[in-house]
T-cell receptor
């Protein structure tokens, strides 16, 4: 599996935007970029995913570089509930998708 | 979407014993998976639970240690056998009802003493 690199930790203030970067220079043409987050004492939850184009959903936005070697997860207005470990994961689509390779992720701290 | 229930939520077990963890999904799903999260670490995939056939294990995990059952499209079990303190981890079940979003249970926190 292609590898991703994320900062170990980031901090933000409540109600401010947060940009979480992810580098994936060895991404293949068929790899999707997935983001999951894990709140304290919970299982991971899906945030967003994309292939080439930028994506928006109710939780976040995903900005993908033109060469696809990096991406950024954007939380438009951080809340205290967004404090979690955020994982950037590369994977194939289809039925093999569920086999996720988690890296160490970014610990996001949100200050009131 | 899918709601996943795991039992037990936590347990403390004696070394040398076995624990079976149950995973129930509220809808039929094709793909189910088991992960391990060691203390302070990220998640590692143990195996894919295949319905009606033997589970597919990842490198470093074997059936004798982690036998898995998948009797139908909504249920799976993971057994941690002959436990040692090194098996103390959180074990998580995951299901893939579609093809783009995986759902996870809350996890089973296992402590082996």
């Amino acid at each position: 599996d292609a590898k991703t690199t994320q900062p170990n930790s980031m901090e933000s203030n409540e109600e401010e935007p947060v940009h979480l970067p992810c580098n994936h220079s060895t991404i293949s043409g068929t790899d999707y970029i997935h983001w999951y987050r894990q709140l304290p004492s919970q299982g991971p939850e899906y945030v967003i995913h994309g292939l080439t184009s930028n994506v928006n959903n109710r939780m976040a936005s995903l900005a993908i570089a033109e060469d696809r070697k990096s991406s950024t997860l954007i939380l438009h207005r951080a809340t205290l509930r967004d404090a979690a470990v955020y994982y950037c994961i590369l994977g194939a689509g289809g039925t093999s998708y569920g086999k996720l390779t988690f890296g160490q992720g970014t610990i996001l701290t949100v200050h009131p | 979407s899918a709601v996943i229930s795991q039992k037990p939520s936590r347990d403390i077990c004696q070394r040398g014993t076995s624990l079976t963890i149950q995973c129930q999904v509220d809808s039929q799903v094709t793909m189910m998976f088991w992960y391990r999260q060691q203390p302070g670490q990220s998640l590692t995939l143990i195996a894919t639970a295949n319905q009606g056939s033997e589970a597919t294990y990842e490198s470093g995990f074997v059936i004798d240690k982690f036998p898995i059952s998948r009797p139908n499209l909504t249920f799976s079990t993971l057994t941690v056998s002959n436990m040692s303190p090194e098996d103390s981890s959180i074990y998580l079940c995951s299901a893939l009802p579609g093809v783009t979003e995986a759902f996870f249970g809350q996890g089973t926190r296992l402590t082996v003493v």
